[in-house]
Nanobody
Framework: QLQLAESGGGLVQPGGSLRLSCVAS????????IGWFRQAPGKEREGVSC???????RYVDSVKGRVTISRDNAKKVVYLEMSSLKPEDTAVYYC????????????????????????WGQGTQVTVSS
């Protein structure tokens, strides 16, 4: 079965840290861009960060300096390490995989992640609150 599974979410105080994991099953990550997205209650899903098949990385401005994305193709896992968390980071976090032959990923183009061969995980809840 081809799927992605996120884990690592939870409740954390403002200023705290979390590491999210996105594990792939049934396919190899090395030919895929991997993106992290989030969706807060009542808001549209938005991109957070992506790492391309060639390890080129993009972050949206709101998380730059606080988030690090990395991948381990051998373990079929992509991580999103988040620090200095704020209440506005509260959301369900999703990972997505998009097969591609190009070098760069675009975390701003949401439609791109729903084209071609692609997968989405079920999400993991991150709540930042005191």
């Amino acid at each position: 079965q081809l799927q992605l599974a996120e884990s690592g979410g939870g409740l954390v105080q403002p200023g705290g840290s979390l590491r999210l994991s996105c594990v792939a099953s049934g396919f190899n990550l090395h030919d895929y861009h991997i993106g992290w997205f989030r969706q807060a209650p009542g808001k549209e899903r938005e991109g957070v960060s992506c790492i391309s098949r060639d390890d080129n990385i993009r972050y949206v401005d709101s998380v730059k300096g606080r988030v690090t994305i990395s991948r381990d193709n051998a373990k079929k896992v992509v991580y999103l390490e988040m620090s200095s968390l704020k209440p506005e980071d509260t959301a369900v976090y999703y990972c997505a995989a998009r097969w591609t032959s190009v070098s760069l990923c675009d975390i701003q183009d949401y439609a791109y992640w729903n084209q071609g061969t692609h997968f989405w995980g079920q999400g993991t809840q991150v709540t930042v609150s005191s």
